[in-house]
């Protein structure tokens, strides 16, 4: 029912929206966690080892860092697997000093959203893009905006093509980077060896 | 009828014939059966003969103000709409041709307001023009951005335009030629003072997705669509006085005549509202009316300042060319490039200069242009390029506003009931398809866009 795809997309677009009142009182770092933490995510601050998860109430866990917002910034958040989209990136980008940003597995997450991620490009040198469904090689061309990244993991994107060339184009492209994931595909079994019964119409 | 004939052949042909009389019985049956069905209420051929909304022109721009009328039209099935498109095959749309690219890098602000609404139009497509229990749109986008280039004297203009994209919301930057070499080291900056870069909501996407999107939204929500050529308009004249006190001829369009393809049939459809979105050729058909309406007294003319003009785009092949990072580079000289896929393969071109305007009559590609006058620049710009391999061209049209280069979207100043929705090429650029329509179809004054029709004065 065409209903039901409208109350979803509207859902979604409501847990992706930027609070402009945290934003106005406490600084981009508590929205950005409260984001985080209220989309099922974590967060992690300067000098802790520790991630802060939603408990209860997502506010509450991040009672102790509203005191002084401006000492503890965020510098790694984890949002694998959330409904994530291009738009809730918004309030995330503004970071300063965000170092490692995990947005495996999130299914809504696309091309246009990766553009997106440009303001982080001085300080993000870790990035996770494995197992986004909606990730294709023309999204990953846009990371050369990300030039200080160290270490990107790309495995298991089943839109991207040619993996293997995508591999050696991104390596090229950013020579500092490692790249995890995208390696030759497996080779073909040979011909003397049992095929799988019906799988697919090929 | 069927069956008798089945029995006869059974009767006159031996066993052994007997399929091949069966494949021609079914053969004779399928013919029939279309014939049953081939009358008015069936026959999606035939245009009705009254239509709101008569839309000239199937390209992407005909086909979005029409699902822009469905989707604002104010009960369900308010307006009849109608698009009139002359070749199926689209073998001569400048939409298909079109290089497909989309940029906020514009001078005028009203561009870049329509341009990021495009922007946030092809990102969220499948919510707008996602059909039921059909595959999900993918339009290919490619977020690769454009980069302009600009030499000592445009660096300043450069820099305006930078200021007034970056103050309508656009992501833009200003690069100097150390810090553009170090981000592109493939890129000669020989001659180079500054460059725009932009950086989101820009790169290039498949217009064709886009056109068959527009297409198969819009007839599900009721549009019709027929095969023909608009020939003639019958319309209704008034006299009446400029605010200056200069007499003028004012005219409706009453009907709209069709001519149905490759026969003598026309058929006349009655309209209130005619929609030219014929691209190149939108001229032409504004002139229909137009030459119907031009009064001896006043000896005012008015010329829609549409014209098409030829453009060709080259395919070559590079093997040491830019790799991922490569964007849409517009080049000081006017020669403009984009990587196309993965393996090296590069499409562009130049616009040529006034004196080298190619012939609009075909759409030949002259091999030369690209010899003498694109690859020298593209070589100078890019080193990688002088070892090239064309692998193919194409050539399209543009439809270029003579007057200042802009879209042309308003009512036509004499013929009361003829918009105009054209004048939109940027070498392919398609960054305006949703906005430039969404307010005119609200059949309101329009709030911001300025006017550019201009009457010839002859």
Sequence with gaps: MQWRELRRGRALRRQNTENAYIQNHYGDDVTAAHFVLSNGGGARFKDQSHWVRAGKNAMAGLLPYLDDPKSRPVVAIDLSGSSLTCTGLENLVWLKHLEFLDLSACPHLDDWALTRLHPLGETLCHLSLARCPRITERGLACLHLLPNLLHLDVSELPAVAQQGLMCILLEDMLPNCQILGLKEAPPPPLAGSQSQPGVGSH | ?458
């Design chain 2, 1 to 458: 009828m069927g069956w008798n004939s089945l029995e006869q052949l059974a009767i006159s042909f031996p066993l052994a014939d007997l399929q091949k009389s069966l494949t021609n019985f079914q053969s004779q049956l399928k013919e029939n059966i279309t014939t049953l069905f081939d009358n008015p209420f069936f026959d999606e051929k035939r245009p009705p003969v009254q239509a709101e909304v008569v839309i000239v022109g199937g390209g992407v721009m005909g086909w979005s103000v029409a699902y822009w009328l469905k989707a604002l039209e104010p009960r369900k099935n308010a307006l009849r709409v109608l698009v009139v498109e002359r070749d199926p095959t689209y073998s001569r749309a400048s939409t298909v041709l079109s290089v497909g690219g989309i940029r906020q890098q514009f001078s005028l602000p009203e561009n870049i307001q329509m341009s990021r609404y495009s922007a946030y139009f092809l990102r969220t497509v499948n919510e707008h023009l996602g059909v039921m229990n059909e595959p999900p749109i993918d339009i290919q986008f490619n977020p690769s951005g454009y980069l302009f280039l600009a030499t000592e004297e445009r660096a300043a203009m450069l820099e305006e335009n930078v200021n007034i994209q970056r103050a309508e919301g656009a992501e833009v930057i200003l690069l100097s030629p150390t810090q553009l070499k170090k981000k592109f080291p493939w890129l000669n900056t020989d001659g180079v003072a500054l460059a725009s870069y932009g950086l989101e909501d820009e790169g290039w996407f498949d217009p064709w997705s886009l056109l068959t999107a527009f297409r198969r939204k819009a007839i599900s929500m009721g549009v019709h669509h027929c095969c023909g050529e608009v020939t003639s308009f019958t319309m209704a004249f008034c006299n009446s006085v400029t605010p200056v006190g200069e007499e003028l001829m004012v005219s409706r369009i009453k009907y709209a005549c069709i001519q149905m393809p490759d026969s003598l049939e026309y058929h006349e459809v009655a309209c209130a509202l005619v929609v030219n979105a014929a691209g190149a050729w939108s001229r032409k058909l504004a002139e229909i009316a137009e030459v119907e309406t031009s009064s001896s007294k006043t000896k005012k003319i008015f010329k829609l300042p549409v014209e098409p003009k030829k453009r060709y785009v080259y395919v070559w092949h590079s093997p040491d060319g830019p790799g991922l990072n490569c964007p849409i580079l517009i080049d000081t000289s006017g020669a403009y490039f984009r990587r196309e896929g993965l393996g090296s393969n590069y499409l562009g071109g130049m616009s040529p200069t006034k004196d080298e305007e190619p012939d609009i009559q075909d759409l030949e590609v002259d091999h030369e242009f690209f010899q003498e006058k694109v690859w020298p620049k593209l070589a100078h710009r890019v080193p990688a390029f002088e070892s090239l391999k064309v692998k193919g061209s194409w050539a399209g049209y543009y439809d270029y506003n003579t007057y200042d280069q802009n879209a042309v979207l308003s009512v036509h100043p004499v013929v009361m009931n003829m918009v105009i929705v054209t004048g939109r090429f940027w070498r392919g650029t398609l960054s305006d398809f949703p906005t430039g329509l969404k307010p005119t179809l609200k059949m309101e004054p329009w709030p911001r866009q300025e006017d550019h029709i201009a009457p010839a004065r002859d």
